[in-house]
């Protein structure tokens, strides 16, 4: 919702009002549009949010440390409300796959939210990294949240010129020339730029517009192709099915 517009229309989060995956996810509607979505948005998939208003007064979320850390520091302060109906899963039963051998995601059925990441960088600081990681409120917590975007001092440059990119720097960012990370107190985590592209993943999954249950495999993977991942979800409805999950927790998912 943006609150700085007359009527504070509004605009759902979903795969189809997707309109620009470079460097960030944006979605836009007659109205407006919102970029950077994805650091926000990744806190409500760890957590299962399903029903959530987001009040925006600019058309950007704001990209904070570059992580999404302050997103669920106020999550946490503020807590959630429990509600009576049940929540619905996209419970993937078939193999869902998007790409080809140089870049590519899929998912498989897996009971639960596991994410499977491959960067393959050339730069001596990133190289390839891998995380596989099942995804609940603790390990997001602990070991996903504080992970960086980052960026190459030459992009930074390039995008300067043009007019875009004014904010960004190494308090929301880990920069990179052509050898060494540049920030002054290094990396959060050994493998803080793996992690980060898991994070980024989890926010895109949001768009599904429902919570998805299987096992993410990301290849070299952005945002276009999550966002391509998910719209082959949607038109492919055979390749899962709705479980229901009660306030309860039962042992195990109820199909309906």
Do not use: W
């Not at 760890?46 to 029903?51: L, P």
């Not at 051998?101 to 990133?126: C, E, Q």
């Amino acid at each position: 919702m943006r609150s700085d517009l007359p009527g504070r229309p509004s605009l759902r989060a979903h795969a189809l009002s997707v309109n620009a995956t470079t460097l960030a996810t944006t979605v836009a509607g007659p109205a407006f549009s919102v970029s950077t979505i994805e650091h926000c948005l990744s806190t409500l998939s760890a957590f299962r949010i399903d029903n959530v208003i987001i009040e925006l007064d600019g058309p950007e979320i704001p990209s904070c440390d570059g992580s999404a850390k302050n997103f669920l520091d106020a999550h946490t302060k503020v807590g959630m409300i429990e509600q009576e109906e049940p929540r619905k899963y996209a419970y993937v039963n078939q193999t869902i796959y998007f790409g080809d051998s140089n870049k590519h995601a899929y998912i498989t059925p897996y009971n639960g939210l596991r994410v499977t990441a491959t960067i393959d960088f050339a730069h001596p600081k990133i190289g390839r990294q891998v995380m596989d990681i099942d995804i609940n409120e603790q390990s997001f917590s602990r070991d996903i949240a504080g992970a960086r975007t980052f960026g190459f001092m030459k992009d930074v440059e390039m995008m300067r010129s043009k007019g875009l990119a004014l904010g960004g720097s190494m308090d929301n960012a880990i920069v990179l020339d052509e050898k060494e990370i540049l920030n002054p107190n290094g990396l959060r985590y050994e493998d803080e730029f793996v992690r980060h592209k898991v994070l980024d993943a989890l926010g895109d999954l949001v768009t599904l517009g429902m919570p998805l249950m299987g096992h993410v495999v990301l290849f070299k993977a952005g945002h276009d192709l999550m966002n391509r991942l998910v719209r082959k979800i949607l038109e492919t409805p055979s390749s899962y099915h709705l479980l229901e999950l009660g306030s309860g927790v039962p042992e195990g998912p109820v199909a309906i």
